[in-house]
C-alpha cells in the first residue's frame, strides 16, 4: 500500500530533514532576503530531479508530475522567512546571524515540504496529477511574498484546485496533527496610525495640543468597535504592540506612532472595521484639535 511506502520513506528521510531544518534554522534570513534559504532549496531539489522555477524573487515553486493519468492538481505551501529577533539559547544550531531567528517555525516549513517533496518524487508511479511545491518568501511582511506570487503566476500553469498549507503549533502535542473544517487561520491587517498635534513644554498644556493624549484615547477607544461593533460570533482581535512619542519627561511631541494588528475571520466585517476604525481615530483626533493619519496594510 501507498501509505506503508510513505511511512518508510518519511523513516528513511527524517533524519535527514532534522538536519535541513537545523541548517535553516542557523542561518536565518529576512523577508525578501532568502537568498541563502532559497539555493539550499534548489539544491535539493536539483539533486532529486525535481523541476523548478523562481517567483517573487527568492521564492521557489517545483513540479512533480505522477505518472498515473490525471489533471488534478494540490499545491503544497511552506514559508520560508525568519523575525528580527535575538536568539538568546545555547543550542548548537542556534542562528548565526545576530538579531534574525527562526521564531515562528518557519524553518520547520521549509523541511518538512523538502521532506515531502523527496517521498512525493519516489512515488511518481503510484499517483496521477501534478503536485505543485510553493516556497514561499516575506510570510511575516504585509504586502508579503504571497501577493507577489499570485501576481507573477504561481496559481497558473497549472492552477491547483486545492492548497495544503500548514504550521507548527506549540500548544499541539508532538506527533499529533490539528484541524478544523471551515475557516481556520485569519486575516491580518497592519495599523500604521500618526497622531498629530502641537508640541510644546509639559507644564504648559494650555498652550499645546497633546498627541500623546490623543493617542491613548484612540487606542482605548478603537477597542470599542471590536466589543460593541463586530458580531459575537466574528472573531476579531485589535492589538497594539508599538507606540512612539519622541518627547520627553517634560516634553510633549508634535506627534505620537502607533502601530498594531487586526485580524478577523469575515471579510465583509474587515472592509467594515476598516471604515469604522479610521473614521473613529480621526473623528477623535479632531475632536481634541488634532489630526490623525490611519493607513491600513492589507
Request: overall charge neutral; hydrophobic content about 35%; some cysteine.
Amino acid at each position: 500500500m501507498i501509505k506503508n511506502k510513505i511511512k518508510d520513506l518519511a523513516e528513511n528521510i527524517f533524519n535527514d530533514v532534522v538536519g535541513y531544518r537545523r541548517h535553516i534554522h542557523a542561518n536565518p534570513e529576512l523577508s525578501f532576503k532568502e537568498f541563502e534559504t532559497s539555493l539550499f532549496i534548489k539544491e535539493k531539489l536539483t539533486k532529486w530531479g525535481i523541476e523548478f522555477t523562481s517567483c517573487a524573487n527568492t521564492g521557489v515553486v517545483g513540479l512533480i508530475k505522477g505518472n498515473l493519468p490525471s489533471d488534478k492538481v494540490i499545491a503544497l505551501r511552506g514559508d520560508m522567512d525568519a523575525l528580527p529577533i535575538h536568539e538568546d539559547n545555547d543550542k548548537p544550531y542556534r542562528s548565526k546571524n545576530h538579531g534574525v531567528m527562526h521564531a515562528c517555525g518557519h524553518d520547520v516549513h521549509t523541511s518538512s515540504l523538502l521532506g515531502t517533496a523527496y517521498i512525493l518524487n519516489q512515488l511518481k508511479d503510484e499517483f496521477g496529477g501534478t503536485i505543485k511545491l510553493i516556497f514561499q518568501p516575506a510570510e511575516e511582511l504585509l504586502p508579503g511574498g504571497a501577493s507577489i506570487m499570485i501576481k507573477e503566476g504561481v496559481l497558473e500553469n497549472p492552477k491547483p484546485q486545492y492548497i495544503v498549507g500548514q504550521h507548527v503549533m506549540p500548544l499541539i502535542e508532538s506527533g499529533k496533527v490539528g484541524f478544523r473544517s471551515g475557516i481556520y487561520m485569519a486575516s491580518t491587517d497592519e495599523l500604521y496610525v500618526t497622531v498629530t498635534g502641537k508640541g510644546g513644554h509639559g507644564a504648559q498644556p494650555h498652550q499645546n495640543i497633546d498627541p500623546v493624549l490623543i493617542a491613548s484615547h484612540i487606542i482605548v477607544a478603537l477597542q470599542q468597535i471590536v466589543s460593541r461593533n463586530a458580531d459575537p460570533r466574528l472573531p476579531s482581535v485589535l492589538s497594539f504592540g508599538k507606540v512612539t512619542a519622541n518627547g520627553a519627561t517634560n516634553i510633549i511631541p508634535n506627534e505620537v506612532k502607533i502601530e498594531g494588528t487586526f485580524r478577523t475571520l469575515d471579510e465583509n466585517w474587515r472592509a467594515e472595521a476598516h471604515k469604522r476604525m479610521k473614521k473613529m481615530a480621526e473623528g477623535m483626533a479632531e475632536s481634541m484639535g488634532g489630526s490623525c493619519d490611519f493607513d491600513i496594510h492589507r
